[in-house]
Each structure stands twice: as structure tokens, then as C-alpha cells.
Antibody, heavy 121, light 106 residues
């Protein structure tokens, strides 16, 4: 069974940083591209970033470019999102998600339960 | 950037109804579109990808269609478990979601 378990969220002051983690199990993590998606409570879904299976291909949403860094450790089956220079509008539930893979453009098939980041003084 | 819109924003329906949600892209995305279902307090669940391919385990009362810029999600014979918010997402160029359609009880 595919499992994605996020952690690392919490309350942080504006301008602060956090490192979010996503522990993956139930599949061969090193073969899959991975995403981060966020959601302000009560609002819609917003895609944040994606990383290739080997970490060499990375893209970000414009709203987080230069402030957030996605990475992975395939030996530890873990995906990361370093979130820095945080602003109030970064407050959201951050979901880790697996990309289904295959030929052509692909997108998410499995989602974690999310970790909440609250940016407030 | 590709913008996604959905209509309606809220849909009131009864068990057994056939419901249709429309999703439009600001430019052609071929058939690189997915649909997700989300219930309050839960993570999204993938229903459909490539506009019309049903995710494994998703009931056959869900179906998707469309290509280019206009897409639909249809739920035939609405069940109590289907009351939720539905999001479309394009993945033709980067990724972007529609604002969601809430299906609630009439």
C-alpha cells in the first residue's frame, strides 16, 4: 500500500524557515517523480513544486521560486521541502504527492495527509 | 500560465441524480487533465487522468470527457459518498488547478 506521511509543519514567524519531510513507503520511491501541493484551509489546491526521480529535474511555481527548495533522499525514501522567507500567505496545509509516471505528461496519483504550516507573529 | 475555471462553483443534488461539472482551460491542454475529489478534512483523491481514464478502484459511475479547452466530469447515479468538492487540474504545462466545485445535498 502506498503511504506518504508528511511532517515538519508548525508555527513560524514571518521571514522564518521550516523543512517539511515526506516519508514514503509501499512503493519504490527512487523510481517516481514527486510533488508538493498546498492548500489554504477552506480554499483550493495550489501546486508548489515537482522533482524528478533522481533529483536532477526540478520546477517551482512562480509564487515560491527562490524561497522554497525541493529535494529528496532516495536512500531514506524521503522527500523534502525547505520553505524559507515565509510570508503570511504561505500559511497552508502542504501535501506530498506521488507522480504516476509513464510516457508523456503525467501528474499525481497518490496523496499524503498533509502537514500544516502557519506563518504568524 | 494556463488558467483553469470550473462551473458551477456549487451544485446541489440528490442521491440518484446525474451531475455534470465543467472545467475550462485558458488554452489548449490536449487531454492532459485530471480530476480529484476532496472531502472535508481529508486529502484529495485522484479520480481521473488523461481526461477520461479512470483511476484504479474508482467507481464506474464517474466518467470524464473532453479535449482541448473544455472538459466534463459526470457522476451518474450520485451516491451519498460522492458529496464532496471536485477539482480539475491541467498538467500540459506545469500544473494548475481549477477553483473547485462543491457538490452538496439539495
Amino acid at each position: 500500500e502506498v503511504q506518504l506521511v508528511e511532517s515538519g509543519g508548525g508555527l513560524v514567524q514571518p521571514g522564518g524557515s521550516l523543512r517539511l519531510s515526506c516519508a514514503a513507503s509501499g512503493f519504490t520511491f527512487s523510481r517516481y517523480w514527486m510533488h508538493w501541493v498546498r492548500q489554504i484551509p477552506g480554499k483550493g489546491l495550489v501546486w508548489v513544486s515537482r522533482i524528478s526521480s533522481d533529483g536532477s529535474n526540478i520546477i517551482y511555481a512562480d509564487s515560491v521560486k527562490g524561497r522554497f527548495t525541493i529535494s529528496r533522499d532516495n536512500a531514506k525514501n524521503t522527500l523534502y521541502l525547505q520553505v524559507s522567507s515565509l510570508r503570511a500567505d504561505d500559511t497552508a496545509l502542504y501535501y506530498c504527492a506521488r507522480d504516476r509516471g509513464g510516457t508523456g505528461p503525467t501528474t499525481v496519483d497518490y496523496w499524503g495527509q498533509g502537514t500544516l504550516v502557519t506563518v504568524s507573529s | 500560465d494556463i488558467q483553469m475555471t470550473q462551473s458551477p462553483s456549487t451544485l446541489s443534488a440528490s442521491v440518484g441524480d446525474r451531475v455534470t461539472i465543467t472545467c475550462r482551460a485558458s488554452q489548449s491542454i490536449n487531454y492532459w487533465l485530471a480530476w480529484y475529489q476532496q472531502k472535508p478534512g481529508k486529502a484529495p483523491k485522484t479520480l481521473i487522468y488523461k481526461a477520461s481514464t479512470l483511476e484504479s478502484g474508482v467507481p464506474s459511475r464517474f466518467s470524464g470527457s473532453g479535449s482541448g479547452t473544455e472538459f466534463t466530469l459526470t457522476i451518474s447515479n450520485l451516491q451519498p459518498d460522492d458529496f464532496a468538492t471536485y477539482y480539475c487540474q491541467q498538467y500540459s504545462s506545469y500544473f494548475s488547478f481549477g477553483p473547485g466545485t462543491k457538490v452538496d445535498v439539495k
